[in-house]
């Protein structure tokens, strides 16, 4: 079931968004040669504590961290680690779902240490396939059409898109209906209407989009051993056009598309 938020919990979401938004504002400095994705997934527990947040991917299924930070031709899910250290010219992902006042906002971005142009772009057509997905989160769409947004927008600078992984629904629990594929066929899957929340989350690839889980139970690899890049936000649906609930009020988080 579909459960579309009224103002009181929109209000909440809002503001969960804003938070985990500064959360990763904070983070993001850190970011450098020599620090261990496990040390960066301890600041950002930290950091949610001090908004009072919880993280909700630590104890989801026995998961014990508040986020995913994955490396290279690591697509999501990675498991922080005191061994994996970063250095010049990985391409990190941080994905990190976090509650407040029990609704949900859930965010990820990918960053580069040091420059390598070819991440870069892999990286910005990322960034440019979440913007073209967000943008298609109207009343009177359906799902699919951000899907296709998605896919339409990767594919046309020859990135694969991920087919075994998607974004969904989110507000009281981590994940929610409906699914939110990054590839399809438009007008298809349930109608968006207002109060309708979705996290919208594009994996692209260098090379092909096919994947595997590696044997820790959770590392989502490329099988061809392809950078990967993964972005996200929380979206609200209303009668205005998308809302951005992860940006920050100036950079998308309140402004309608």
């Known amino acids: 079931m579909i459960v579309r938020k009224n103002a009181a919990a929109i209000a909440i979401m809002q503001q969960a968004g804003q938070q985990l938004a500064a959360v990763f504002e904070r983070i993001q400095p850190m970011l450098k040669p020599g620090i261990s994705s496990l040390a960066i997934d301890q600041a950002i527990e930290q950091a949610l504590t001090t908004f009072d947040m919880r993280g909700e991917s630590k104890g989801y299924k026995g998961y014990a961290h508040v986020s995913c930070i994955s490396f290279n031709d690591e697509v999501v899910h990675g498991i922080p680690s005191s061994h994996k250290i970063c250095a010049l010219g990985d391409l990190v992902k941080i994905d990190v779902c976090a509650s407040w006042r029990g609704y ?10 040091g420059v390598s142009s070819q991440a870069q772009g892999l990286v910005q057509a ?8 967000i943008a298609q989160a109207m009343v009177g769409n359906r799902v699919s059409d951000i899907s296709v947004a998605i896919q339409r927008e990767a594919e046309k600078h020859g990135y694969g898109v991920v087919r075994d992984f998607a974004g969904h629904g989110i507000g009281t629990h981590m994940h929610e209906e409906p699914e939110v594929a990054n590839f399809g066929k438009p007008g298809r899957g349930p109608l968006l209407q207002p109060g309708m929340t979705l996290a919208i989350e594009p994996m692209i690839t260098m090379g092909h989009y096919e994947v595997y889980v590696a044997r820790d139970g959770w590392t989502v690899k490329t099988k061809d051993k392809s950078l990967a890049a993964h972005v996200e936000d929380t979206v609200l649906i209303t009668h205005e056009g998308p809302c951005v609930l992860t940006r920050l009020v100036g950079e998308g988080g309140y402004e309608k598309r």
């Open 104 to 113: 949900c906002a859930d965010m990820a971005r990918s960053f580069l240490i």
């Open 126 to 133: 990322a960034q440019g396939a979440l913007d073209a997905g």
